[in-house]
């Protein structure tokens, strides 16, 4: 029976449960499960995955709380430079921008060059220049500040120049989100969007906008969206790699992320993973204090941040 | 016994036979051979395969007879933008820079970000800086610029302003140059690079510089490097893939890269992979009409450019 399902992720730079306020967990909470709704909302009216996870992005995109879009990680040089990429499982289409500065939801435009996928990829000046002419919305530079991401610019900055010596917590180094479904139809999709880490060198892309490693889709398999050490999920080819082992290794969802998870920790990489499989089956695994994430299905909608 | 191998491409975008003089052809062959002999002397001598790939490759993007430095090809506002990457298979480290302007030598400051690996992939001007920074060689845009390339620019924009209806040729569409290699340590490595296609848009990345697309190594199965239609490379995560099916399928290097291609002919794209094994077994398929390529080993040295 066709069954539809949606999973998402705010990245796994979680708020530690010790500083996480009833306040902050509320609003974490809301706005992943508007995130949920809205693409589940597409996905029960027949819409398709690749839709539901569009728009399930741009809502986190849009929430200050998420390092994405409106509130992305400033680099060290105070800029934002976005990423984000989309694959559709059913065709393989894929479409994906780095490096952009001005473009307000990057997942958008991702998603409209995966309708070509010819161009596939497009980097800095160009991506904010192409979106333009393609009717998306620019903004400036600033529109993504927020006073927060400021801050956790100033701190790993400070902390760089020898003035704090504790290590660099989850949530300056692993922001990310994304979301992947299964359609009525049996489809597949996947969408990831990023600002990168705080104080990230000017020029650097990790894994969002890198089809096969922190995005993959593909509707013999599974589709996921990946959050964590950006340039470990590249070498791995992490996104591919868990497709790979469900294909040819013969691994459930459950088992093939698992792994991949494990591998990161062993590689001491923060890592997080949200995925679903082509029977519906979710797997959300991670080995930093938190993650948001959550998924919706049939079932009812389940949110979380820690381990509880 | 321990061996050493390296195997190179000049893309698959070759000069049509019927095209190929007497002298172009004698000036790619002793290109191409004096590549493989410039890796293989590393190799011989001890060297790694990442740096006999690496020093292969300098060689190719310093010809102005392949699409990769100097004699790029050139974007529709008449600018190179240049990618390149490099995979070291023992640890998995790699190294690439996507929209380089003014790098001579793209594939050497991969090379340099492969030793940490963090950052893994830069981007555009901050490529450029980077390199500077860490003492590479910048040169004006200009530098890489042939009248051959500027002559492919202007046949390309005629052809799309509806002059000409004939399909583009190969050698406009398909450009790239690599190196994969086995050293006496049983280490594989690869690097590719190149200057896209003539007209490409601005900001258009394809697989060269995505690790697990037009460069993969890993020491448990092969390297290789790709040449032809980026997007789809990207696409089937083509590098990875092959990979995937030796580890995980049981494949051969020749079974996994032919089934490869053979993807790519069923997609309409012009494709080429060079790859070499753990045991040092090669392949070099292709679907175009040629394909500058060769190998070196104990055995001797072969180059070729069409079916001959």
Known sequence: MPKSVLVIHGG???????????EINRAAREALTLALRTGYRILESGGSALDAVTEAVVILENDPVFNAGYG???????LHELDSSVMDGALGLAGAVAGARRIRNPVRVARELAKVSDPLLLIGEAADSWAAKHGFELVDNSYFTTPSRQEALARMLAREEGDDLSPAPERDKHGTVGAAALDLHGHLAAATSTGGYTAKPAGRVGDTPIIGAGTWADDRTCALSGTGKGELFIR????????????????????????????????????????????????????????YRGWISAQGVYVAVHED
């Open 12 to 22: 796994c730079g979680a708020i530690p449960k010790a500083e996480l306020t009833p």
């Open 72 to 78: 992305a990680a400033l680099n060290r040089n105070g």
């Open 236 to 291: 791995r080819a992490l996104g591919h790699e868990v497709h790979a082992r469900m294909l040819y290794g013969g691994a459930s969802l459950e088992q093939a992320t698992g792994e991949m998870i494990a591998e990161m920790t062993a590689l001491s990489g923060g890592a997080g993973l949200i995925a679903v499989d082509r029977d519906g089956n979710v797997a959300l695994p991670f080995n930093t204090e938190g993650m």
